[in-house]
Structure formats: C-alpha cells, structure tokens
C-alpha cells in the first residue's frame, strides 16, 4: 500500500539517496520533502517540498514538522540528517503511534552520534578500536600524523591530519569537543559496510571505496571478505541492533578496524539497494511486521557516483 513518506534534509546526498530508493520500492509512494535550503525544492524531485527551520531551534522546528505531518496525513518520517535524527529521538513522542519515525533506538544513537562514545562502545565489546584520545586530555601516545576530528558530525566534516607538536598546541588551545585518532592504514584499504537486523537475523554488505566528491564514496567494489561479515555480526550483536547501521573502516595490519559507526542509512543506501541489500525497504517491513529475506544478488561489481546539475528560473 502506497504510504505518504516524510523525507528531512532532502538538499543532502543522503536525502536524495533515500528519495531514490523510495521511488524504486514503489512509485505510488508519495514523497513530501523538507530542507533548510529553498533551492532544494526543486533539485529534489518530490511531490511537495517545505523549508524548515534548523533542528537545534527545537521549537520551531517542532511546530513546522507536526503541520506537515498533519497537513499531508503523513505515516514514514525518515530524518536523514544527524542534527534531525537527534531531534527525533527527543521528541519522537510528539508525533503519536500511528506516525512511523525511522531512526535507532537512543542507546545506538548515544554510542554512535559520538566518535569518541563509538571507540568506548567498541573497546568494551572487545572489537577492534582506533586509539583515540579526548583532544582536551591528550598528553601523548600517538605517532605523527594522526588525526584530529570533530566528536560529533559526519561527511567528514571537521577532520584534519596533524603533522607534529606545533600544530596540536595550536588547536588543543582552539578546539573543543574534538578527539585525536591514530591514522589507520592507507585510503587504498578502506572500507564502509551496511548492516540490518531484525533483533535476530543479521545481514551486511561491504564496499571497498575510494573518496571524492567533499569525502563521500565516489567508487566503490563489492567486497565479499568474510571477515567483514563476521565483524559486522559482532558489532550488531553487542549493539543489540534493531535497525541499520553504516560502518566505516580500514584494513590494517591487525584486521579490519571501524574508526566510525554510523547510527542511520548511509548516502551509499541506493548503490546497495541497487545490489540488493534493500535496508531501507527491510525496515519498513521489520516495522509493518513483515519477514525479510536477503539473497546476494552479485558476486562482484562496482558502482560510480556521478555529478548532475538542476536548472531552474532561467530567463
């Protein structure tokens, strides 16, 4: 049945990747969209488009967000952005039983919206872990570079390598909520992986990718490494997921090591549903108390993410 679906941050990569999806798993589905940005509403391709306030301004936000739902009789929220995912997990209240929010639950969400909660997360599940320092407390134990990065933020925002002692005094005095991370392995090893679970069955999908595009995946290969898989049943399962996750991570010489966990669908949500790791639709049926079932659909392939333009008030 063809639902009214609500799709936050649609100006982001994710944003689109989830519209896409949506419109592959059924064309009658109809999409209403939201963004800060105006410009948005017509390089989005929904059936109807508002511009919203800012997530941190929760109550205006709160207030546009229930008319719109009310307005269009809405039944699917998908929040694609981390600002608005942690919204949601304040007020999701406000929006009553029969309105569907598609985000984790709020211990995924603390553990993983944090890059340095992800690292405590992981070392006390006894998976492998970055070492990774508070950038307030640190007082040594890394090789130069490593890399200094914001707690809080994806698309690698905030991320930069620090060369020696001069550089961290300069920023250990100016940044806060920052952490320092060692440098793991080489770009040419890293990897992101999708991964869904029901509660009890848990299913994965991993792309060796190469960056681009302001840090997102530009290519990215079918990697059918089981030891991959096998990591990423660990992580759900200490994880105790219920949803899906995005998990980032590089080949070392002690393993694969995730230096980031992503708590929601990933802007490679439509390359692998386009490889038949369908997670956005599996979590629709997960919450319609529908079965799911996954059968590899490749062996092998590698996707490419391409730029498009939109045109608008040309005269």
């Not at 020696?164 to 770009?187: H, N, P, S, W």
């Not at 290969?221 to 990423?232: T, V």
């Not at 639709?281 to 333009?309: C, F, P, T």
Request: charged share 30%; with cysteine; hydrophobic share 40%.
């Amino acid at each position: 049945m063809s639902k009214n679906i609500l799709v936050t941050g649609v100006c982001g990569d994710i944003g689109q990747s989830i519209i896409k999806c949506i419109r592959d798993i059924d064309k009658g589905h109809r999409v209403i969209a939201t963004d800060t940005q105006a410009l948005a509403a017509k390089a989005s391709k929904v059936d109807r488009f508002y511009q919203v306030p800012l997530a941190k301004q929760e109550e205006e936000y709160l207030g546009c967000i229930k008319k719109i739902v009310l307005e269009n009789d809405i039944q699917y929220i998908f929040p694609s952005t981390e600002a608005e995912i942690g919204f949601f997990d304040s007020f999701c209240s406000q929006f009553g039983q029969s309105v569907k929010i598609f985000i984790n639950e709020h211990g995924i969400l603390h553990d993983f919206l944090d890059k340095y909660n992800t690292v405590v997360f992981l070392e006390r599940n006894k998976l492998p872990f970055p070492k990774t320092f508070l950038l307030e407390d640190y007082a040594g134990g890394l090789d130069f570079p490593f890399i200094l990065k914001q707690r809080r933020g994806s698309g690698g925002k905030g991320l930069m390598p620090i060369e020696d002692r001069e550089e961290l005094a300069f920023f250990k005095k100016r940044k806060k909520d920052f952490i320092v991370q060692e440098l793991l392995g080489t770009i040419d090893e890293e990897y992101t992986a999708a991964v869904f679970s029901d509660g009890v069955n848990i299913h994965s999908i991993a792309f060796k990718r190469l960056l681009g595009f302001d840090n997102l995946s530009k290519v990215m290969e079918l990697a059918g490494d089981e030891a991959i898989k096998d990591l990423m049943i660990r992580i759900a399962k200490a994880a105790s997921l219920k949803g899906v996750i995005n998990v980032q991570m590089r080949k070392t010489a002690r393993g694969y090591v995730p230096f980031e966990i992503n708590p929601r669908l990933s802007s490679t949500v439509y390359v692998r549903h386009r490889f038949g790791f369908c997670d956005l639709k599996w979590w629709i049926d997960y919450r319609e108390g529908r079965s799911i079932e996954y059968y590899q659909k490749y062996k092998k392939g590698i996707a490419i993410r391409v730029l498009d333009e939109a045109f608008f008030d040309l005269a």
